[in-house]
């Protein structure tokens, strides 16, 4: 059973471009989040989708965009890349469940360098 | 908005000492608890999820608590070994996302 994959593992841009990091859920889960990790930080909500929709969104700017298809994969998308747009960006999965919140499990990561 | 500490920053310790992360939050509405592991440039790995209802969860040398009126968790390591060098993450489970803090780096010495 695979976990959370994500890809690619590292990436290189320069200021001003786009990005698009690819998330794989882990079997079995519907529910995809994106976490933003600076150097030396605890990582950060971007926001979360289920059934395609963003449902919640943490406190980032409209240049962070995202996607989930019907498979239940998500893509996170960065536009107008900036120096502080720098960090690993963690995929997080779990099931969407009533009346409680499962446990949510991590992908290694996209290490993404703005020059 | 949910606010979570953890101390100390960073911990060196020779191997089998017994060792107290802790962590404390400032939002005591939680729905869940969890601790991971981040090796350098990697991704989380969870150790401990410890339900709003519960008071601790083990496994193996790992013990974590939760105080959720006082808003404090500690992680107790046992016996710990060199492999135990990591980073340790506490986080908040608040609804629908995760407000973590900034991270305890451990290592331990052989």
């Known amino acids: 059973d695979a976990g959370v994959t994500q890809s690619p593992t590292h990436l290189i841009k320069t200021r001003g471009q786009q990005v698009t990091l690819r998330c794989s859920p882990k079997?079995?889960?519907?529910?995809v989040s994106w976490y933003q990790q600076a150097l030396g930080q605890g990582p950060q909500f971007i926001f979360q989708?289920?059934?395609?929709?963003?449902?919640q969104r943490g406190n980032f700017p409209d240049r962070f965009s995202g996607h989930q298809f019907p498979n239940y994969s998500s893509e996170l998308n960065v536009n107008a890349l900036l120096l502080g747009d720098s960090a690993l960006y963690l995929c997080?999965?779990?099931?969407?469940?009533?009346?409680?919140?499962?446990?949510?499990?991590f992908g290694s990561g996209t290490q993404l360098s703005v020059l | 908005k949910q606010e979570v500490t953890q101390i100390p920053a960073a911990l060196s310790v020779p191997e089998g000492e017994n060792l107290v992360l802790n962590c404390s939050f400032t939002?005591?509405?939680?729905?869940?608890l969890q601790w991971f592991r981040q090796d350098p440039g990697k991704g989380l790995t969870s150790l401990l999820l410890?339900?709003?209802?519960?008071r601790e969860q083990t496994s193996g040398r790992l013990n974590a608590s939760l105080d959720k009126s006082s808003g404090r968790s500690t992680l107790y390591i046992a016996a710990s070994q060199p492999g135990d060098s990591a980073t340790y993450l506490c986080?908040?489970?608040?609804?629908?996302?995760?407000?973590f803090g900034t991270g305890t780096r451990l290592t331990v010495i052989p």
């Open positions: 997080a999965s779990r099931r969407m469940v009533s009346g409680g919140v499962e446990k949510l499990f």
């Open positions: 989708y289920y059934e395609e929709e963003e449902r």
């Open positions: 939002d005591s509405a939680i729905y869940n």
């Open positions: 410890i339900q709003s209802s519960q």
């Open positions: 986080a908040v489970n608040g609804a629908n996302n995760l407000f």
């Open positions: 079997s079995g889960h519907d529910t």
